[in-house]
């Protein structure tokens, strides 16, 4: 059965927070809450992490996995970003908003979409994962915990340790979160375009 770390939701314990980078660092799947909805993350390095996501989600190849970063300089590390984005995503980061970004050569190509060469960034608001990404040393390679045939992700951390006891290794317990995913915004090819209305202002980007 996978583990349940009960953590406080604004000072995360530092102990549990290393414990739980270790086990994401050796391959584990954790499920966390965020500043949306939860999210199953991993090592954005390991292929067997990515597998079992899929086979979580039922998604295939073309799902566009996240990178959650710690702030921006990293971003910029992963993916290509001109000046005009760079002012658009210091504008709403930290924030509810995941970005469409074409990747750099540093990421492995397993993660990235197939065809389009593109992955989702994004900076989350919430103490738990900033604390996890601190520790772990790079960021999180996650996908919103939402269960095939379901509408909305699942809330409840025992609810999640219990349907999904044999497919994750760590569940988080960081308090309230939420069942809205991020707003999804597409930059690769210049101008913003919308992909997923979730959590967010459009309006910040003109697209009421």
Not at 37 to 44: E, I, T, Y
Not at 75 to 95: E, Y
Not at 182 to 198: F, M, N, Q, W
Request: aromatic share 4%; glycine share 8%.
């Amino acid at each position: 059965m996978a583990q349940l770390f009960s953590v406080h939701p604004d000072n995360p314990q530092p102990r549990l927070i290393r414990q739980a980078a270790d086990i994401l660092r050796s391959g584990g799947l954790a499920a966390i809450p965020t500043d949306c909805a939860w999210s199953l993350v991993g090592h954005m390095g390991d292929a067997k992490v990515l597998d079992r996501i899929r086979r979580i989600r039922d998604v295939d190849v073309h799902h566009h996995f996240t990178l959650m970063c710690r702030d921006l300089s990293e971003i910029a590390n992963f993916a290509r970003v001109d000046n005009a984005q760079f002012r658009l995503l210091k504008s709403v980061t930290p924030g509810p908003y995941t970005f469409i970004l074409e990747a750099t050569r540093e990421l492995p190509r397993r993660i990235l979409h197939p065809k389009r060469k593109t992955l989702g960034l994004r900076v989350p608001d919430h103490p738990v994962v900033s604390a996890l990404i601190e520790a772990l040393g790079e960021p999180l390679l996650g996908s919103t915990l939402l269960l095939p045939g379901e509408e909305l992700p699942l809330t409840d951390p025992e609810d999640i340790r219990e349907r999904l006891q044999h497919d994750l290794d760590l569940v988080i317990d960081g308090g309230h979160c939420g069942t809205q995913p991020t707003t999804v915004i597409d930059l690769s090819s210049g101008s913003p375009e919308l992909v997923r209305a979730g959590a967010g202002d459009l309006a910040r980007f003109g697209l009421e």
